[in-house]
């Protein structure tokens, strides 16, 4: 994969990157408040400190940028040119601790639904996908 980003766009991006209330989390939340459901914003006390969690539902959904949880996707396969080591092992400790934070909140029963930033192009198929799993 080509490293498409001058230097200052990518130190700008992997500065932003870890924010919470990110723009593709930010229009997760609004589809789904208009769809009716509420809910609880990074909640501290269950693993990973989920996104959005719907707890009468006992439902959680996570909104993951594609670089920093290594999705399978081009935006995910970005190798940054400097710096290389430094973000992929950072990178992989993300995706193990993802893993760690999915078997404990699936082994208490939660539904966990993740949305990738890359999904939230694509209106209509992300809404279909929330309607599923908030009415499964
Ligand atoms: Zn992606």
Redesign the pocket.
Known sequence: MVDFLTKEQRSFNMSHIRNKNTRPEIFVRSIVHRMGYRYTLHRKDLPGNPDMVLARHHKIIFV?G?FWHM??????KVKPATNAKFWQTKREGNVDRDKRNLRKLRKNRWKVLIV????TRHIEKLTENLHKFLTS
């Open positions: 993951h594609c999705h399978k996707c081009r935006y995910g990738w930033e890359c999904q």
